[in-house]
């Protein structure tokens, strides 16, 4: 079992960038493939990012490739969404989970759950 902590959300103007973190407890986050999802109100969870658990294979929604990045230091049990030239459309709650196998966008494929960080883009 693992436990995960979002952080880094916060308002910022479009155009900007963030920087999400998902800190891990319970156990190594090595052994776990890792995804970012976002849920804006009254919306579905959607697919944003995911690594794999050695770090080498990335996959990326269509809304957000080419502006965010995922990457994850093993050693410090944490993943990291960076968040390039933000637009209000990524306004969102965003959470990180973690799984067991290979490349899944689907939110029921994954296991554990953090708790969420809001990310609010003005225009």
């Known amino acids: 079992q693992v436990q995960l902590v979002e952080s880094g959300g916060g308002l910022v103007q479009a155009g900007d960038s963030l920087r999400l973190s998902c800190a891990a407890s319970g156990r190594t986050l090595s052994v776990y493939a890792l995804g970012w999802f976002r849920q804006a109100p009254g919306k579905e969870r959607e697919f944003v990012a995911y690594?794999?658990?050695?770090?080498?294979?990335?996959h990326f929604g269509n809304s957000v490739e080419g502006r965010f990045t995922i990457s994850r230091d093993n050693a410090k049990n944490t993943v990291y969404l960076q968040m390039n030239s933000l637009i209000p459309e990524d306004t969102a709650v965003y959470y990180c989970?973690?799984?067991?196998?290979?490349?899944?966008?689907?939110?029921?494929?994954?296991?554990?759950w953090g708790q969420g960080t809001q990310v609010t883009v003005s225009s």
């Open positions: 989970a973690a799984r067991s196998g290979v490349y899944s966008s689907t939110p029921g494929n994954y296991d554990y």
């Open positions: 690594i794999s658990r050695s770090g080498s294979v990335t």
